[in-house]
C-alpha cells in the first residue's frame, strides 16, 4: 500500500468518526438549528433522537445495498456467462426499467404484498440499486480483453478458474464503482421509506415538510447528505483496494 | 508427436480447414503459414481444442486428444499468444506460475522456476519477478509469455503468431532468442505466423496453407529450392535465393582465416599472409585487432602503418549469426569477406563472399513446369 493510500485511508476513517461524534451531539444540532430558525419553538424532531434516525437509515440502506449486491452481481455474471447469454437484454431492461420507476410508486406497489415497514423499504430500495450494479458487473466482466481470456482458456483453466482468477480481479474496480453509485441513490431515496413507516432520516424531513417546519427538514437533510458523501468515500477507498495494477485507471 | 488425420473445420457452409492432415516429430518446429483466412491459426486452436474439429482425428503421442478433458490437455501444451494475453493483474511471476498453481505445485518449487525461466528468456529475475505487464516493453512482454508457456516444462508449444506485435528489430531478436532456446530445450513447436521470412528462419518443417487446404508440408529448403506449386512460389517471393542465406549458419561456411600476431616484422606478416591480400591481426589470446593490407608492402615498409585497426563488434560476426547477417555486414561495410569472432572478441575465422554466393546458388535449380495450383 502506498503512503498516500495509507493517509487517505486514515482520512476517511478519520470522517468516519468525526460524523458518528456529530450525530450524537444532540445538543450541537439543536443550537446550530435554533440560530438559523430562531422563531421555530421546536427544532428537533422530538419522535426519536438523531442518533437513532441515522441508525434506521443505516440498516436500510445497509441491509438493501446488501441484497442488491448479493442479486445483482451473480446476475450480472451469469448474464455474461454462455449459458445466460440469451438472458443479457432481457436483465438490463428489467433494471433499467426498475430505475425509471419512482421509488414512492415502488413502494406503494410492495405495499400490498408486504404490508407497512421496513422490508417493503428494502425491497423497494434495493430493485431501484439494482441497475448501476448489474450494469457495472456486466461492463466491467465485458470489458475483460479478450486475448486474455483466451490465454486463460488456451492455458486450461476451467470456466470457474476463469471467472475467479481473471474475470473478476479484472472487474473488481468497475464493479464496486458502480456499488458506489447504487449506494449513493440509496442513501438518498431511502428517505421516502418515512412515508411508510420505516423510519431513518426521511421521518424528520417527511414530518418536517408535512408541518412545514424547515427545522426538521434540515435535522434530516444534512445528516443524509454527509452520510452520502462518508459512504462514497468509504468505497472510494474500497474501489482503490481492488484496483489491480493494470486497469484502465492507472494506464 | 502430434499427428493431425484428415482435420475438417467447416462454419456453416465455409470451409475453414479442409481435411487437412500433418504428421509432426518430437523436438520439430512446424511453421503454419498462409494468407489471412487460410485456416492456419483455426488448425493450431485445435490442437489444444479451443475449436473442435468437425470431422477427424488429432493424436499428441498417440493419445486421441478427444479422450482428454480439455483442460487437462491444455495444462500440457505451452500456449503462447501475443503478448496482450498476459494477465494484466498478475506480476511476471504470477503470470509464469499460472499453469503451475494449476498444477497445485508447492510454492518454492515455483520461485526457483520463475527465476529459472526469466534467466532462460533473458530477464534479469530480481528486477522483473515483481514487475506487471504494463511495466514492460513489447519485446520484454513477449519473453515473459514464452517463459510462462515453459512454465510447467510441456514438451509442446502451440504459438500463435507469438511475435506479431513486436517491432521488426525486436522481432529478429526474439526469433534469434527462441532459436537458441530451442536447440537448448527441444520442444516439439507449432508456430502460426503469417511472415515468410519467420518461417524460413525458424522451422524445420513449414505447412504452407491456403483456403483451409494444404499446399505443401516439407523443410525451408525444400520449400525455398521445390515449391509445390505456383501458390507456394509466388508466396514465397522473388528473394528465394537471399531467403535461402537465412537457413546457413556463419560457422558452417567459415574458413580459417590468414592470421598474424600484433607487432610481427615484414617477413612474418607476408609468410602469415600467404598468397591471400589481407591478414587479420590478433593479441596473443586470439582477439581480433584489426587487419593489414599486405598489398605493396615491400623491404623497409613499416607494417604497423598498414594496419587498420577495427571495434571488432563493428566488423565481425558471430558463428551462430545467419549468411545473411554476414552478407549484410560485408555489404555495409563494403568488404569482400568479413571476421567471424565469438563473445570475447576471439577470431574464430572468416566469411568470404565467394562462400556466401554458393550458399545461395546452391540447390538453385531452374523453376520451370511447376505443378498446377493446388496439387501438394
Known amino acids: ?251 | 508427436m502430434i499427428r493431425l488425420e484428415d482435420i475438417t473445420r467447416r462454419y456453416g457452409d465455409e470451409t475453414a480447414v479442409d481435411s487437412l492432415s500433418l504428421e509432426i516429430a518430437e523436438g520439430e518446429v512446424c511453421v503454419l503459414i498462409g494468407p489471412s483466412g487460410c485456416g492456419k491459426t483455426t488448425t493450431l486452436r485445435m490442437i489444444n481444442r479451443l475449436i473442435e474439429p468437425t470431422s477427424g482425428h488429432i493424436f499428441v503421442d498417440d493419445r486421441d486428444i478427444l479422450s482428454l478433458p480439455a483442460e487437462e490437455l491444455r495444462r500440457g501444451l505451452g500456449y503462447v499468444i501475443q503478448s496482450i494475453g498476459l494477465f494484466p493483474h498478475l506480476t511476471v511471476a504470477g503470470n509464469i506460475c499460472v499453469v503451475p498453481r494449476l498444477l497445485g505445485w508447492e510454492k518454492s518449487r515455483m520461485v526457483d522456476r520463475v527465476d529459472e525461466l526469466l534467466k532462460l528468456v533473458g530477464l534479469d529475475p530480481n528486477a522483473y519477478r515483481d514487475k506487471y505487464p504494463r511495466q514492460l516493453s513489447g519485446g520484454e512482454a513477449q519473453r515473459v509469455g514464452v517463459a510462462r508457456a515453459l512454465a510447467a516444462d510441456p514438451p509442446v508449444l502451440l504459438m500463435d503468431e507469438p511475435f506479431g506485435a513486436v517491432d521488426p528489430l525486436n522481432r529478429e531478436r526474439l526469433q534469434s532468442e527462441f532459436a537458441r532456446i530451442q536447440r537448448e530445450l527441444k520442444k516439439t513447436v507449432i508456430f502460426v505466423t503469417h511472415d515468410i521470412d519467420e518461417a524460413i528462419r525458424l522451422a524445420d518443417k513449414i505447412a504452407i496453407m491456403r483456403d483451409g487446404k494444404l499446399q505443401q508440408f516439407d523443410t525451408p529448403e525444400e520449400v525455398l529450392n521445390h515449391p509445390a506449386n505456383k501458390f507456394v512460389h509466388d508466396f514465397v517471393g522473388a528473394d528465394r535465393a537471399l531467403k535461402r542465406l537465412v537457413r546457413v549458419r556463419v560457422e558452417d561456411v567459415m574458413r580459417s582465416p590468414a592470421t598474424v600476431l600484433d607487432g610481427a616484422d615484414l617477413l612474418t606478416l607476408q609468410v602469415g599472409a600467404g598468397r591471400r591480400r589481407f591478414a587479420y591481426v590478433v593479441e596473443p589470446d586470439g582477439r581480433l585487432i584489426g587487419w593489414v593490407d599486405t598489398l605493396g608492402l615491400d623491404e623497409g615498409s613499416v607494417p604497423e602503418a598498414a594496419l587498420t585497426r577495427v571495434v571488432p563488434a563493428d566488423a565481425s560476426v558471430r558463428p551462430d549469426d545467419s549468411l545473411r547477417d554476414a552478407l549484410s555486414r560485408m555489404l555495409g561495410l563494403g568488404f569482400r569477406s568479413i571476421a567471424v569472432t565469438d563473445r570475447n572478441d576471439v577470431l574464430l575465422g572468416e566469411v568470404t563472399f565467394a562462400a556466401v554466393e554458393d550458399a545461395m546458388t546452391e540447390g538453385d535449380e531452374h523453376i520451370s513446369n511447376l505443378p498446377p495450383e493446388g496439387a501438394a
Open chain 1, 1 to 251: 500500500m502506498s503512503s498516500r493510500r495509507r493517509i487517505n485511508l486514515e482520512l476517511v476513517a478519520l470522517a468516519a468518526a468525526a460524523f458518528a461524534w456529530l450525530v450524537s451531539a444532540q445538543g450541537f444540532w439543536e443550537s446550530l438549528l435554533r440560530a438559523i430558525f430562531p422563531a421555530q419553538p421546536m427544532v428537533l424532531m422530538p419522535r426519536d433522537t438523531l442518533a437513532a434516525f441515522v441508525a434506521q437509515h443505516l440498516a436500510l440502506v445497509g441491509v438493501s445495498s446488501a441484497v442488491t449486491i448479493v442479486i445483482g452481481i451473480p446476475l450480472g455474471i451469469f448474464v455474461t456467462r454462455r449459458r445466460g447469454a440469451e438472458f443479457r437484454s432481457l436483465v438490463i431492461a428489467a433494471t433499467d426499467l426498475g430505475q425509471t420507476f419512482p421509488p414512492i410508486a415502488v413502494l406503494a406497489l410492495a405495499m400490498p404484498v408486504l404490508g407497512f415497514g421496513f422490508w417493503p423499504t428494502v425491497m423497494a430500495l434495493s430493485i431501484y440499486g439494482l441497475f448501476p450494479v448489474v450494469g457495472s458487473a456486466i461492463a466491467g466482466i465485458e470489458a475483460v480483453p479478450r486475448a486474455v481470456l483466451d490465454a486463460a482458456e488456451g492455458m486450461g483453466m476451467s470456466p470457474s478458474q476463469r471467472l475467479l482468477r481473471v474475470e473478476l480481479p479484472l472487474a473488481a474496480r468497475v464493479i464496486v464503482s458502480g456499488v458506489r453509485t447504487s449506494v449513493a441513490i440509496n442513501i438518498g431515496t431511502a428517505t421516502v421509506g418515512a412515508a411508510i413507516g420505516t423510519g431513518g432520516l426521511g421521518v424528520p424531513i417527511i414530518g418536517g415538510l408535512a408541518v412545514q417546519n424547515m427545522a426538521y427538514v434540515l435535522e434530516g437533510a444534512i445528516p443524509a447528505a454527509m452520510l452520502a458523501v462518508l459512504a462514497d468515500a468509504v468505497l472510494g477507498q474500497i474501489e482503490a483496494a481492488v484496483t489491480v495494477a493494470d486497469s484502465a485507471a492507472t494506464t
